[in-house]
């Protein structure tokens, strides 16, 4: 089945250092989406991507989608302590249920001021 | 933007007894919710797929008599735990999936934290 692989599983930075997570699918995708959940909350939703090579930008927030739409990346510039939380990305494949997603294993992102 | 409530956010149960969550989508319809297991520090495990109307789809591994989903109306989902044991205890969350802001996006409950004792 399709798999998402997400890495780096856990991520210590310094507040004002940059910070990356990555994704890989084992499939192609019709869009991948960012999510973020704070410790004890639940996830919410950042953004999707769709198009082959997209970048989107949000604030200090730079996603990217890869050329083959199998990889992306979430590159956050000048970490803040409010940007405590695990990221996941989840991917959906086409042709799967409506609104069926797959989601990475999750990078842990700790801010230490 | 849409709202998925779910309740309740925490529940302590004895072993061997049923445990029902509500999953409700409070200002759009969802003839889809998708019902996730999370372990701490882990990620989002799919459970099932509920469908208005109409049986629920689950995913491989997990025990259809053991979570059961019922999805009744447009508005509601139900995921009903049953003969609960300590390896049961977990972070459940619904989701319900809208066109809002992009296709498909995913608004989650708030999860509810099992504990069977």
């Not at chain 1, 890989?24 to 953004?47: A, C, D, E, M």
Request: aromatic share 10%; hydrophobic share 30%; with cysteine.
């Amino acid at each position: 089945g399709q798999q998402v692989m997400q890495i780096p599983q856990y991520q210590h930075v310094q507040e004002g250092e940059d910070f990356t997570t990555y994704c890989n699918s084992s499939t192609t995708l019709s869009n991948i989406q960012w999510y973020k959940q704070r410790p004890g909350g639940h996830p919410v939703f950042l953004i999707q991507l769709v198009k082959s090579g997209e970048v989107k930008k949000q604030k200090r927030l730079t996603f990217q989608f890869g050329e083959a739409k199998k990889n992306s990346s979430l590159h956050i510039t000048a970490t803040q302590t409010t940007d405590v939380g695990t990221y996941f990305c989840a991917g959906k494949v086409g042709g799967t249920s409506y609104g069926k997603l797959t989601f990475g294993q999750g990078t842990i992102l700790t801010v230490h001021p | 933007g849409a709202v998925v409530s779910q309740h309740p956010s925490r529940v302590i149960c004895k072993s061997g007894t049923s445990v029902k969550i509500e999953c409700r989508s409070l200002d759009f319809q969802a003839t889809t919710m998708f019902w996730y297991r999370q372990f701490p520090k882990q990620s989002l495990m799919l459970m099932a797929t509920s469908n208005e109307g109409s049986k629920a789809t689950y995913e491989q591994g997990v025990e259809k008599d053991k979570f059961l989903i019922n999805h009744a109306s447009l508005t509601l989902s139900t995921l009903t735990v049953t003969s609960a044991h300590p390896e049961d205890s977990s972070f459940y969350i619904c989701s319900a999936p809208t066109r809002g802001q992009s296709d498909t996006e995913a608004f989650f409950g708030q999860g509810t934290r099992l504990t069977v004792v």
